[in-house]
């Protein structure tokens, strides 16, 4: 709890529990994100790990536990927590009658981003998002959402960005995309926490691997110690969840 | 553990001694009101029922505020049996006014300002248990009930307020001989009334802190279920990794 | 303070806008509005001074009514793209998430009665477009709006959410129709200010209570 050390740190949670209704999803969780540091989190469908990223992300309140992100507790300063993540979860959150430039800047402002225009223009030229800038989000292909999801994700400049299965679906040009964005959102020190279906990729891309199991973090290791038969040899069947 | 049923027990026949000991009075000691006659017994239980449900809204109003502010289930619960209760408090008040009212006043409905509010109130409660049958069990469900408990609560002296103002706007159709009639409520009446009011409150809490139990119950059925789903989850998971291969599904539901 | 009024117009802005490319809300708003008392023509027999004793209590009943639509609309849309997710994830504070949603319902409410007014005056042939009651109107929208957008926001995550949002908005509600009823029919009446302030005192405390209330409660509604 020193916030000596907890500053260092991009996530820091202990003793997170969630359950719905009769179904505990997590269980006692404990995790740590250093800054800098790309994470990602492995586990067998429905294990929880979308919810644990509604939680890390201040979307989902814990039934009982503590985050901090970069020292802000969500408990108490959310709002501040909110202002240095970004996400990009299952849906692209982003309005469907409105164009993907109305729906940053209507992002942006609720971020008070500085110099929005210019920021935007950045992220259009980033995420090559151009030609599309002016069609509304409903009317686009999934990989151009999830392009715009991930424009509106880092419009604010988070230092630690939540992707949730953020490849899936996504053709090779809007992959190749993404991945850029995630080295060089690391390149920059800056901390990502995601989840995938494709063990090699993830364990490629990360510095560290975790694997969720039975509502808690089941392994904790370096991605260069971790064979992707050590993950699938922690799957277990969530088959009450 | 052998304490509570005793407490309760000693508590469930106290209500059975005053509610006797309100009948008796009601139809046998107390002289019959020379205008209404017998009909105006309907007030002894009348009066008691609005002020038990009146105690209903803020043991909700309490519970909920409570509930949002700890997240401790025990208030969602006693917020659920105040609201339960209170809803059939309420609707016995509705019925013993109109059925006071029609012989009296000539009409079921006379837009008084207590029935009007009453009435509206059951309408809210009524809401608010329909919000819980149809969410799934759960913290949202709690937090949610008592956001709607809450604003029931504020709610209601606006609406007496407006009831009241509306009342004096629509001077009713009263037809009965008696619309004016201020009862006096001193000597036996008052006695008795005031006899009656600690009988239902009693029983009001009594039902409330049954429904309270039964509500107990059920949740630590809830959470023994999950408790051995997990056992189960667990002990699938623990033969899964000694044996490699698994081809049963892990148990529970 | 002035950062906080430009968010909670942003907020409403983006509703508009929405509003303006679906015409959703506001045209439901309306037609169920013109619906019901258009019902009421056939179902009584307006006679003059008939009209004058149920008009404005159709009148209120249709705006009530018709508002509840508008008001499930105004959280579907935010349910339907996860879109709420999204504003959860601004540091935007709740309250002016909460006063963002109030303003764009109270402007759709608004739009809907500069239509729903003329007509049912036509229609009843009473006189309701008055300084009076375009006051009693505007109270009457901010109130609704600011119930309307709690419990919307509320009702959003439950399966039912068509059948939950009036059953919990009418009755919550009924001291404002109550005031607008009573201070409309004052006014059709050839009364003014004075004969229904009291109502009007009623309207005004139902909508600064409610918008304080709501907006406190909105972040319990909000969270997961």
Excluded: C
């Excluded at chain 1, 500053?7 to 740590?32: C, H, I, P, W, Y």
């Excluded at chain 1, 250093?34 to 929880?48: Q, S, T």
């Excluded at chain 1, 110099?115 to 509304?136: A, F, K, V, Y």
């Excluded at chain 2, 919000?131 to 606006?158: N, V």
């Amino acid at each position: 709890m020193g916030t000596k050390n907890s500053v260092a740190l991009a996530v820091q949670a202990t003793g997170l529990e969630k359950s719905f209704g009769n179904a505990a999803v997590l269980r006692g969780l404990d995790m740590t994100v250093r800054d800098g540091e790309a994470v990602v989190i492995f586990g067998a469908n429905g294990v929880g790990k979308s919810t644990l990223l509604r939680v890390l992300t201040t979307l989902t309140r814990p039934d009982y536990g503590s985050i901090s992100i970069y020292g802000r507790d969500l408990s108490k300063q959310a709002e501040y927590a909110r202002l240095s993540l970004g996400a990009v979860l299952h849906s692209p959150m982003l309005y469907g009658d409105m164009t993907i430039r109305e729906n940053l800047n209507f992002f942006g402002k609720m971020f008070r981003v500085r110099d929005l225009p210019g920021r935007i223009e950045e992220m259009t030229d980033r995420l090559g998002l151009g030609p599309r800038m002016e069609q509304r989000t409903r009317e686009l292909s999934h990989g151009y959402q999830k392009r715009a999801a991930l424009a509106r994700a880092m419009l604010h400049r988070p230092r630690i960005l939540f992707l949730d299965e953020a490849e899936t679906g996504l053709d090779e040009p809007a992959r190749k995309v993404l991945d850029g964005v995630i080295s060089e959102h690391r390149a920059a020190g800056h901390a990502v926490v995601m989840t995938t279906h494709s063990i090699e990729r993830g364990i490629a891309e990360s510095d560290r691997v975790f694997v969720l199991a039975g509502g808690r973090i089941a392994l904790d290791a370096p991605s260069s110690h971790v064979t992707p038969n050590d993950v699938t040899g922690l799957y277990s069947d969530p088959s009450d969840a | 553990m052998a304490a509570l049923p005793k407490i309760r027990l000693i508590w469930l026949g106290f209500t059975a001694a005053l509610m006797a000991l309100t009948l008796w009075m009601v139809f046998l000691w107390v002289p019959t009101e020379i205008n209404q006659g017998n009909i105006q017994r309907a007030l002894y239980f009348h009066v008691p029922v609005a002020w038990t449900a009146m105690v209903a809204i803020v043991l909700i109003a309490v519970a909920s505020v409570a509930y949002l502010k700890t997240r401790d289930e025990k208030w969602d619960r006693l917020a659920v049996a105040g609201a339960e209760t209170g809803v059939i408090f309420a609707a016995l008040m509705l019925i013993t006014g109109m059925v006071w009212a029609k012989p009296v006043w000539g009409v079921w409905w006379t837009g008084e300002a207590k029935l009007t509010t009453t009435l509206i109130l059951f309408f809210i409660y009524v809401a608010y248990l329909m919000f819980r049958a149809y969410f799934p069990p759960g913290e949202q469900r709690r937090r949610l009930a008592a956001i709607i408990g809450l604003i029931g609560a504020i709610d209601t002296p606006i609406i007496y307020y407006g009831a009241q103002l509306w009342e004096r706007a629509h001077p009713s159709a009263v037809v009965g001989p008696y619309s004016n009639n201020d009862s006096s409520v001193d000597g036996p009446v008052g006695l008795t009334l005031l006899v009656a009011t600690i009988a239902f409150s009693v029983l009001f809490v009594y039902v409330a802190s049954e429904r309270y139990r039964l509500r107990k119950q059920e949740d630590e059925v809830m959470a023994l279920r999950r408790a051995i789903s997990l056992q189960a989850l667990r002990v699938a998971t623990t033969s899964d990794s000694t044996e490699s291969i698994s081809s049963a599904p892990a148990g529970g539901a | 303070m002035g950062a906080s009024l430009a968010t909670v117009w942003t907020l409403a802005r983006k509703d508009l806008l929405l509003e303006l490319r679906s015409k959703d809300i506001v045209l439901a708003i309306v037609v169920f509005a013109l619906l019901v008392i258009a019902i009421f023509t056939f179902a009584i027999e307006l006679t003059p001074s008939r009209a004058r004793d149920v008009g404005p209590g159709v009148l209120w009943a249709a705006v009530a009514f018709a508002g509840v639509l508008g008001l499930n609309r105004s959280f579907a849309v935010e349910a339907e793209g996860d879109t709420l997710d999204g504003l959860m994830l601004t540091p935007v504070s709740r309250e002016l998430i909460f006063f963002g949603k109030v303003l764009g319902n109270f402007i759709f409410i608004t739009i809907a009665q500069v239509v729903i007014f003329p007509v049912f005056e036509a229609l009843f042939n009473i006189s309701v477009l008055q300084v009076e009651t375009i006051v009693i109107a505007l109270l009457a929208s901010l109130g609704f709006a600011a119930v309307g957008t709690a419990f919307a926001a509320v009702s959003v995550r439950v399966r039912s959410r068509e059948i939950m949002l009036p059953l919990l908005f009418l009755p919550t509600s009924v001291p404002l129709i109550m005031a607008a009823v009573e201070s409309t029919s004052a006014v059709v009446d050839g009364g003014s200010w004075g004969d229904f302030s009291e109502w009007l005192q009623l309207a005004i405390a139902f909508d600064v209570i409610f918008m304080i209330a709501s907006a406190v409660l909105f972040q319990f509604v909000l969270e997961e």
